[in-house]
């Protein structure tokens, strides 16, 4: 993997993503995502994934659920910074900028990523086995992971929680939620951290 094949793995993301947005029908957009991404895991040379276990691989994404999906005002919240150390990018600084309101769910934290390139950055973690450990991501805007919406108001797809590149593999380092963003109930959409075999 180079920095060659990490462009082209992000400008596939993005393009994913636009056209994700560009569906009218969530289901169907969210029918793509989870069988591109699933063949990106699979074959792309700067997947997360470790190259020995690629051939056997296969994403497991959970039906879609329109009660997921939520499109919600961004709540002004006090701010509050987070510095995040990791190995390869050094201190990686975000700063929160509100928070989103999940009906029943609980609430999140929107994050801005306070670095060069910047974007919206909403990690989840929830009371489901369906998570790694450390939470998945839902939107992640700097690497194209973005669903939609307009100033003061966010798409908030839980369907599309995917599991962060450290998920797969020790070489990644990746933010992972803080208190605020994590959810007391179980989400259970989204990509599963349990691959099946293919």
């Known amino acids: 993997m180079?920095?060659?094949?990490?462009?082209?793995?992000?400008?596939?993301?993005?393009?994913?993503?636009?056209?994700?947005r560009?569906?009218?029908?969530?289901?169907v957009g969210h029918a793509r995502w989870a069988e591109e991404r699933d063949r990106l895991?699979?074959?792309?040379?700067?997947?997360?994934?470790?190259?020995?276990?690629?051939s056997?691989?296969?994403?497991?994404?959970?039906?879609?659920?329109?009660?997921?999906?939520?499109?919600?005002?961004?709540?002004?919240?006090?701010?509050?910074r987070?510095?995040?150390?990791?190995?390869?990018?050094?201190?990686?600084?975000?700063?929160?900028?509100?928070?989103v309101q999940l009906g029943d769910l609980g609430s999140l934290d929107v994050w801005w990523l306070d670095s060069y390139g910047g974007g919206i950055f909403v990690p989840l973690r929830d009371a489901s086995p369906r998570s790694y450990g450390g939470g998945r991501y839902?939107?992640?805007?700097?690497?194209?992971?973005?669903l939609g919406g307009d100033a003061g108001r966010l798409i908030v797809d839980l369907n599309f929680a995917y599991q962060p590149s450290c998920a797969y593999s020790s070489d990644w380092v990746c933010p992972l939620p803080g208190p605020g963003n994590t959810l007391a109930v179980p989400v259970e959409v989204g990509e599963s951290h349990t691959a099946s075999a293919a």
């Open 2 to 20: 180079d920095a060659w094949d990490i462009r082209d793995w992000r400008s596939r993301i993005a393009e994913l993503y636009a056209s994700v």
């Open 22 to 27: 560009a569906e009218p029908d969530p289901s």
């Open 41 to 54: 895991l699979r074959t792309h040379p700067a997947s997360p994934v470790p190259p020995a276990a690629r």
């Open 56 to 80: 056997t691989f296969a994403s497991v994404v959970a039906p879609y659920d329109l009660a997921m999906r939520f499109e919600v005002p961004v709540e002004p919240c006090p701010g509050e």
């Open 82 to 99: 987070r510095e995040v150390p990791t190995a390869s990018d050094g201190v990686v600084p975000f700063e929160r900028i509100g928070r």
């Open 138 to 146: 839902v939107l992640d805007t700097v690497k194209g992971a973005d």
